[in-house]
């Protein structure tokens, strides 16, 4: 079967998705794209022989469409993602699953009365090898529990648009959810912790920052958001067990040996560093959509890291309380 693919938001993260699923990976044709931006829509469209749309309702609407994409601005996300569910169609979204915690119990709410698991929120981290085998080192526990983890978060740049805010909900989210899986336990209490600010970031961008959380059974877990770093995208995350320590490896190919030192090339972004993640994601979503099954992360997933997210962005707004993460229990559905 050919899952036929309806991708909303033709922005960058949206091409990048239609890019990959036409040359990289198979059982999937693209035959419809949406956006605001009808012409960005219609550029879409008419690369892969689909219809264009105005608005996300009308690709759900369409009979041809077999799955959505999501790809637009977070804020707008829960709408699509409700009238997807609506429509008995799977859902890919890209993070987060929505901005605030009652955009994500609406959806949870669409899925349960639907019957069905449709929904697969963007968490790529969880397709990435290094890190699956470190859980895989973890989860066989022949060096005793998880005491804590390190993350650090690194980019060379930022946009002009990008926000305090974003340090946490648009970049440290994917430690979050990263963390839930790796873990497997809920995060309860999150602080955030300014540190010395750089000069390289602009006046009204306060960074670096730290996020400190805990986990239901104590883990300890922090992240290192830093992106005004210029000399590359570094993602690094090392697990403390008992008896060992595990980190993420070189990520970045060969070493070089000569005048100038030993060094090796830097990822620039995230396509650079994910990109084998990226395909496996989309690729499992697929093949999933195909036998009428869901994968990857949940919406209750999504509903977690918006609700880690709303209590970080409440500790940052409070000069680094600590703050208690606020959540339903968690329904039968999605145990």
């Given at each position: 079967m050919t899952v036929r693919i309806g991708v909303i938001g033709c922005g960058g993260m949206g091409r990048a998705h239609v890019e990959r699923i036409i040359n990289d990976l198979s059982g999937g044709q693209i035959v419809a794209a949406a956006d605001v931006n009808l012409e960005a829509a219609q550029q879409v469209a008419d690369a892969v022989g689909g219809t264009a749309y105005a608005s996300g309702q009308e690709l759900i609407a369409d009979p041809n469409v077999d799955a959505v994409l999501i790809a637009t601005f977070g804020r707008v996300h829960a709408p699509d993602v409700i009238n997807a569910i609506e429509a008995g169609k799977y859902v890919l979204c890209e993070k987060p699953l929505a901005t605030t915690t009652e955009d994500c119990l609406a959806i949870m709410d669409a899925?349960?009365?639907?019957?069905?698991?449709?929904?697969?929120?963007?968490?790529?981290?969880?397709?990435?090898?290094?890190?699956?085998?470190?859980?895989?080192?973890?989860?066989?526990?022949?060096?005793?529990?998880?005491?804590?983890?390190?993350?650090?978060?690194?980019?060379p740049s930022v946009p002009e648009n990008y926000s305090s805010r974003m340090l946490i909900d648009d970049t440290a989210i994917h430690e979050i959810d990263t963390m839930r899986w790796m873990t497997g336990e809920e995060i309860v209490e999150v602080r955030v912790d300014p540190v010395r600010q750089t000069t390289k970031a602009r006046e009204d961008l306060h960074e670096p920052i730290v996020l400190v959380m805990y986990t239901d059974s104590g883990i300890r877990l922090d992240d290192e958001v830093n992106v005004s770093l210029q000399w590359g995208y570094s993602i690094e995350c090392e697990?403390?067990?008992?008896?060992?320590?595990?980190?993420?490896?070189?990520?970045?190919?060969i070493h070089i040996r000569d005048m100038?030192?030993?060094?090796?090339?830097?990822?620039?972004?995230?396509?650079?560093?994910?990109?084998?993640?990226?395909?496996?994601?989309?690729?499992?979503?697929?093949?999933?959509?195909?036998?009428?099954?869901?994968t990857g992360s949940t919406a209750w997933d999504g509903y977690a890291?918006?609700?880690?997210?709303?209590?970080?962005?409440?500790?940052?707004?409070k000069g680094g309380e600590v703050v208690r993460v606020s959540m339903i229990d968690k329904p039968d559905f999605y145990a």
């Amino acid at each position: 079967m050919t899952v036929r693919i309806g991708v909303i938001g033709c922005g960058g993260m949206g091409r990048a998705h239609v890019e990959r699923i036409i040359n990289d990976l198979s059982g999937g044709q693209i035959v419809a794209a949406a956006d605001v931006n009808l012409e960005a829509a219609q550029q879409v469209a008419d690369a892969v022989g689909g219809t264009a749309y105005a608005s996300g309702q009308e690709l759900i609407a369409d009979p041809n469409v077999d799955a959505v994409l999501i790809a637009t601005f977070g804020r707008v996300h829960a709408p699509d993602v409700i009238n997807a569910i609506e429509a008995g169609k799977y859902v890919l979204c890209e993070k987060p699953l929505a901005t605030t915690t009652e955009d994500c119990l609406a959806i949870m709410d669409a899925e349960q009365k639907a019957g069905k698991r449709l929904t697969t929120v963007g968490f790529m981290r969880r397709f990435d090898p290094a890190y699956n085998s470190i859980k895989a080192i973890a989860d066989a526990g022949e060096n005793g529990p998880i005491l804590m983890v390190h993350n650090r978060h690194r980019n060379p740049s930022v946009p002009e648009n990008y926000s305090s805010r974003m340090l946490i909900d648009d970049t440290a989210i994917h430690e979050i959810d990263t963390m839930r899986w790796m873990t497997g336990e809920e995060i309860v209490e999150v602080r955030v912790d300014p540190v010395r600010q750089t000069t390289k970031a602009r006046e009204d961008l306060h960074e670096p920052i730290v996020l400190v959380m805990y986990t239901d059974s104590g883990i300890r877990l922090d992240d290192e958001v830093n992106v005004s770093l210029q000399w590359g995208y570094s993602i690094e995350c090392e697990v403390v067990l008992e008896t060992a320590a595990v980190r993420l490896g070189d990520q970045e190919g060969i070493h070089i040996r000569d005048m100038a030192g030993n060094r090796n090339p830097i990822c620039r972004s995230h396509i650079d560093r994910f990109q084998t993640a990226f395909n496996a994601e989309v690729q499992a979503w697929i093949n999933a959509v195909a036998r009428d099954e869901h994968t990857g992360s949940t919406a209750w997933d999504g509903y977690a890291a918006t609700a880690v997210v709303n209590a970080a962005l409440e500790s940052q707004e409070k000069g680094g309380e600590v703050v208690r993460v606020s959540m339903i229990d968690k329904p039968d559905f999605y145990a």
